[in-house]
């Protein structure tokens, strides 16, 4: 097996298990009280009337919580994952187009899409920005694309966090530690000091994301700008839901990035 195989075999293995693991995560587009579409809204900044009869494709959907949500609102959505666990929840929606496959290899037509939309996957493939130019080659002209991907982390959040990943060899011990963490990061005290030289969230499943995948890219946000710059993408938005997270000052920007650690980003074709 090719060394890309091998990684790309060990990305779906940890995801396989992870989406295995979250009630939350199983359940979180029927669970009454979690308003999953109004969660989407907001991550995308986009209206919700825009969706009636659109076009859309979830690019690395996992459980397909956002294909849900794009659905819900009124349009056709294709879901695509390498991770089967993740879209045995995507076919319970019947009306969801779930489709079993490597990114990498694709088989839709240019110009298909109104909407590309891939949230939290880039930053775990080796041809990142590769696969963003293919991705755009899927839309339509006047399309939107939307990536979510992980912010520049300072060298001494970056390193520590390296050596915490590589002191694991099994996703069952990192599942155990994600949720540890998890918890410490509950506590806002300890949340904002660990912070400072690990990566932690509240949430174990985000905690996992980072630890148990073999690839992490992090981008800053003039990097992910110039991506969409580069290729004629027009009205390129950042979308900040959690303002309190956007940082202004140079430390704060060090420690905790220019975003709080997430770089959402929407342009037109
Ligand atoms: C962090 S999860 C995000 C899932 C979903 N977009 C969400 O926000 O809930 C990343 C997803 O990308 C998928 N993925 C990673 N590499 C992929 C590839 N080469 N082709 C298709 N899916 C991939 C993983 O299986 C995983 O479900």
């Known amino acids: 097996m090719k060394r890309i195989d091998i990684t790309k075999e060990k990305t779906k293995k940890s995801f396989d298990y992870e989406w295995t693991k979250s009630e939350f ?28 009869n659109k076009i859309c494709l ?3 959907c ?6 849900y949500a794009m659905h819900k609102l009124g349009a ?9 666990t993740g879209l045995d929840y995507v076919k319970k929606f019947k009306d969801i187009i779930a489709i079993k496959g490597d990114l990498n290899n694709l088989m839709f037509n240019e110009e298909s899409f109104d909407l590309v939309f891939s949230s939290g996957v880039l930053h775990h493939l080796e041809n990142s920005e590769e696969m963003f130019k293919k991705l755009i080659l899927l839309l339509k002209k006047n399309g939107i694309i ?8 300072n060298p001494i959040k970056l390193f520590i966090t390296e050596l915490i990943r590589k002191s694991f060899n099994d996703n069952n011990s990192i599942w155990n530690f ?13 949340y904002n000091f660990l912070g400072l030289f690990m990566f932690i969230s509240d949430s174990a499943f985000t905690n996992f994301d980072h630890y148990a995948t073999p690839i992490n890219h992090y981008y800053k946000e003039e990097e992910i700008v110039e991506w969409f710059e580069e290729n004629g993408l027009k009205d390129i938005k950042i979308i900040n839901p959690r303002r309190w997270e956007t940082h202004k000052n140079m430390i704060q ?3 905790r990035g220019k975003n709080g650690g997430f770089i959402r980003i929407s342009g037109i074709k």
């Open 25 to 52: 995560h199983k359940t979180s587009h029927l669970t009454e009280g979690f308003d999953i579409v109004n969660d989407f809204l907001n991550e995308t900044g986009m209206p919700k009337e825009w969706f009636k």
């Open 58 to 60: 979830d690019a690395g």
């Open 62 to 67: 996992g459980n397909g919580r956002y294909s």
């Open 76 to 84: 056709k959505v294709y879901a695509v994952d390498i991770s089967d």
């Open 146 to 153: 939307y990536i979510k991907v992980y912010e520049w982390k």
């Open 178 to 190: 994600s949720k540890k963490l998890a918890d410490v990061g509950k506590n806002k005290i300890l």
């Open 253 to 255: 920007r060090f420690f």
